[in-house]
């Protein structure tokens, strides 16, 4: 079983939608982060969430941590295609080894 | 700017061969992983290390070995390449190991072996 769970896993949808993306656990994180990876290319970090209920923006992007720091979602207003790309929730392992766990990934396609 | 590069974007092996994928970041960082990264998957794992001649096993090392002989450089070894070892493999750094740090990652190595 994977310790975060991302949904969906694949996503197609036209320029100017919105979409929302989720992260879950069953776990508490004292922080969790979202990356984004384009073809060819190494995972990106977005965004770093450590406060329960934390709301985060990046432009189009928002960013939520639950207030159980359980969860988290990425919510993307009026998508374009250069939102196309991988979308992945990551946390830190226990015992401050620096380790990463991912989740399972979204896969976004913005058609034009 | 940060910069985190490996060896090869796409390699071909045959089953049984060495394999050495390198890895060099320019950031002096002293934290380094390999991970994998397979369709449903997510990244995986396989090894990191926390400074010179250190090393750590990850979730998934079976298979594989590491080498830092140099703070700027992790090498990732596959002894005896099987198929089961076709994947995207990505190298990354860190500055801390603290929740909440960063990583950056290079651009990945695509590997096949037949």
């Known amino acids: 079983t994977q310790l975060l769970e991302q949904s969906p896993q694949f996503l197609s949808i036209q320029e100017g939608e919105n979409l929302t993306v989720y992260c879950n656990s069953s776990?508490?994180?004292?922080?969790l982060q979202w990356y984004r990876q384009e073809p060819g290319e190494g995972p990106v970090l977005l965004v770093t969430?450590?406060?329960?209920?934390e709301v985060k923006k990046l432009k189009r992007l928002t960013f939520q941590f639950g207030d159980a720091r359980k969860d988290s979602s990425l919510h993307i207003t009026a998508a374009q295609p250069g939102d196309t790309g991988l979308y992945l929730c990551a946390v830190h392992g226990s015992s401050n080894t620096g380790k990463l766990i991912f989740g399972q990934g979204t896969t976004l396609q913005v058609k034009p | 700017d940060v910069k985190v590069t490996q060896s090869s974007r796409y390699l071909v092996k045959r089953t049984g061969e060495k394999v050495f994928l390198e890895c060099v970041q320019d950031m002096d960082h002293e934290n380094m992983f390999w991970y994998r990264q397979d369709p449903g998957l997510g990244l995986r794992l396989i090894y990191f290390?926390?400074?010179?001649?250190?090393?750590e096993k990850g979730d998934i090392p079976e298979g594989y070995s590491v080498s830092r002989e140099k703070k700027e450089r992790f090498s990732l070894i596959l002894e005896s390449a099987s198929t089961n070892q076709t994947s995207m493999y990505l190298c990354?750094?860190?500055?801390?190991?603290?929740?909440?740090?960063?990583?950056?990652f290079g651009p990945g190595t695509r590997l096949t072996v037949l």
């Open positions: 776990s508490v994180f004292s922080s």
């Open positions: 969430v450590v406060t329960g209920g």
């Open positions: 990354a750094s860190s500055l801390l190991r603290e929740p909440g740090n960063e990583q950056f």
């Open positions: 290390s926390y400074d010179v001649k250190m090393k």
